[in-house]
């Protein structure tokens, strides 16, 4: 399709994340404006790109592309630019586009210069079974989720940061109030929550009928997960942790999420069965 | 014996040499303004006296007859009256003579000195102090012309320059904060307390910006329930504003008050009936209304004076070449007054009269 492979278009896309970002960060040093219209210019252009790859990766594997480090981050990235393409005209967060297409070109570019994220695996890595590819696709989407709330959990600490030592930057006046970023973290915690209790129930269908091919690492870090996900929402409930330590528990607990994909994929990679049959994709691995 | 001209001058204290916390300890209430200023007129050696006092700056303006021997005296008399240390005092001061005395009330006059660059509410407040001493029979002929010149020059300069234009205003300040806060202001419920002037103002900004419920509690039950019907809101008691604390997401505080009126333990006690939702306290009370160890609390954001001002002056940058022009138009009054006066000091006539009056006037009288 246009000539692209789909490695090229993962970096292409890669590269667009990160002169939006850049550009956006320019125009803010230096004509003092959001440039919300940068932003969302290289989300749009990278997002094109990332589901093109996606699909010309999905393709060679005849399955949703999450099969080691660098898919499953490239599956996250686009799942959160989804999502920011849906909430975003909702809420109307300002700056939401800015931090977004940072945390996309922090990822895309980290998978892509960092050797030995996108190997080989066995094509057949969800076994043909729709129950886990569900699990699968759901998981990720609520880490984008996740991570979306990371970034509203970010901006309320700059703010809050920012109005409590006074300092009156230009990034601070921009971003929105805390109050409306403390009740989009709130509906983000649910929705995320939600998302994953459901990849995990649909999970433990394919995990009561395949015990040995389920990690015990892998079982325990996701339940975890979700357990810290859970209790902060109880916690919030019974007004033990709100705002700015919500959004810390949000921001911490994401920054591990994230971390642990990949002793995750690595304890998921040495569990897996017939190490040989690779059906490889059209991208160089190593 | 020293001529008038040499004896004119300024002491004082304003937002330039002390911060908040110094500058409340020096702040004169109205009765005491007019204590001072009549205990050092009674001085042998003070010809005429005047005293301001605002939220910003405590300036006594006078005419003696031996400058250096009288400036220990003023710093001990406000030191006696406030009770604070001298060392402090010293420290945190300021003293002009002649010219630089000149000079120093036509930039106040003009706004230039004011914590707000440019504001214009100074110029009322001097006004107002000015009026106060000639009606207590403190200034004669040398502070009633200084005085009448420096508001016609401050008028001068700030209609030739604009230095006004571009000028953010403290209730401009405090309603962008609380939009940052809460972002849309208008279901904020605001409780005002104290009925002061900067307090008002800064409540009608909140209310052009669409908040709907504003509150009023002041000492003075009929000043609050006045403020509260111009308002369209409800007066509450003064006694019980802290127990009602916890439905407010804005205090507005600006009372007369020598001690704090909104304590850190009944901020703390209204917190946990709302522990998740912010409050935005604006002290603009001189002294300070609101305990400063609030501030610690979690979403609990409290800007006093100096705070809101420094966001206010943030564009001066910009307004930069206006204030230059108005300080040379002003610097240009200053001079010309300063040669009038030489010029009358010149003729022994006047300089008798000036130093005669008002103090022999007032002898003269009660004899």
């Known amino acids: 399709m246009l000539g692209l492979s789909d490695t090229l278009a993962f970096s292409l896309a890669a590269i667009c994340y990160s002169v939006g970002f850049l550009l956006a960060s320019l125009r803010l040093r230096f004509k003092q404006s959001d440039g919300a219209w940068i932003s969302y210019a290289g989300l749009i252009a990278g997002f094109s790109l990332q589901t093109l790859a996606l699909n010309l990766r999905g393709a060679a594997i005849q399955a949703c592309p999450l099969g080691n480090l660098f898919e499953i981050t490239q599956f996250i990235v686009w799942s959160l630019i989804l999502i920011f393409f849906i909430i975003g005209p909702i809420f109307r967060l300002r700056w939401l586009s800015y931090f977004t297409i940072a945390l996309a070109a922090m990822l895309t570019l980290l998978v892509s210069l960092v050797p030995g994220t996108d190997t080989a695996y066995q094509s057949s890595v969800f076994g043909g079974n729709p129950w886990i590819e569900l699990h699968a696709t759901l998981a990720m989407f609520s880490y984008a989720v996740f991570a979306i709330l990371a970034l509203t959990s970010l901006m309320f600490l700059l703010q809050q940061r920012s109005l409590k030592k006074k300092h009156h930057s230009r990034l601070s006046q921009y971003l929105p109030s805390i109050q409306q970023l403390d009740t989009m973290a709130r509906r983000l915690l649910l929705t995320g929550f939600c998302v994953l209790t459901a990849a995990l129930a649909f999970g433990a269908v394919f995990w009561i009928q395949n015990l040995q091919l389920v990690p015990i690492f892998k079982l325990l870090v996701t339940c975890l997960i979700w357990v810290g996900y859970g209790s902060i929402i109880v916690l919030r409930w019974q007004h033990k942790i709100v705002t700015r330590r919500h959004a810390m528990a949000c921001l911490i607990l994401f920054c591990g999420a994230l971390a642990s994909l990949w002793p995750v994929q690595s304890a998921r990679s040495s569990t897996e069965l017939q190490p040989a049959a690779v059906n490889a994709p059209t991208s160089d691995r190593d | ?367």
């Open chain 2, 1 to 367: 014996m020293s001529t008038t001209l040499q004896s004119l001058f300024v002491f004082g204290s304003s937002h330039r040499e002390a911060p908040l916390a110094i500058r409340e300890r020096f702040a004169l209430g109205p009765e005491e303004t007019l204590q001072l200023q009549a205990q050092l007129f009674e001085l042998p050696d003070i010809k005429e006296c005047l005293v301001v006092s605002t939220c910003n700056r405590i300036e006594i303006y006078g005419l003696a007859q031996n400058a250096s021997n009288i400036e220990t005296s003023v710093r001990e008399n406000l030191c006696a009256l406030r009770g604070v240390e001298r060392e402090l005092l010293d420290a945190h001061s300021f003293w002009h003579s002649n010219l630089e005395a000149l000079q120093h009330v036509l930039e106040v006059c003009g706004g230039l000195e004011s914590q707000i660059v440019g504001e214009t509410e100074i110029l009322g407040q001097m006004k107002q102090a000015y009026a106060r001493a000639q009606a207590a029979n403190c200034i004669g002929s040398v502070l009633n012309r200084v005085f009448e010149k420096s508001f016609q020059a401050a008028k001068a300069a700030r209609n030739q320059t604009g230095i006004t234009a571009g000028q953010v205003s403290i209730g401009n300040v405090a309603v962008e904060l609380a939009s940052r806060i809460f972002g849309q202001i208008s279901t904020s419920r605001v409780l005002l307390l104290g009925s002061g002037e900067v307090a008002e103002k800064t409540a009608k900004a909140l209310k052009s910006k669409g908040v709907a419920d504003i509150s009023v509690s002041s000492r003075n039950f009929e000043n609050a329930h006045q403020l509260a019907h111009n308002f369209e809101g409800a007066a509450i008691e003064f006694s019980d504003f802290q127990q009602q604390l916890a439905h407010f997401d804005i205090v507005v505080s600006s009372t007369a008050a020598t001690e704090p009126v909104l304590t850190r333990t009944s901020l703390e006690r209204a917190r946990k009936k709302r522990p998740d939702q912010p409050c935005f306290l604006i002290d603009l009370g001189m002294p300070r209304d609101i305990e400063p160890s609030v501030e610690d609390l979690d979403e609990v954001y409290l800007y006093n004076l100096d705070d809101l001002s420094k966001i206010a002056n943030e564009n001066l940058e910009q307004r930069k070449t206006k204030i230059e022009a108005a300080r040379v138009i002003l610097k240009r009054h200053a001079w010309n007054l300063w040669l009038q006066l030489r010029r009358r000091e010149l003729q022994p006539k006047r300089v008798e009269a000036a130093l005669q009056s008002p103090k022999s006037n007032a002898v003269a009288n009660q004899a």
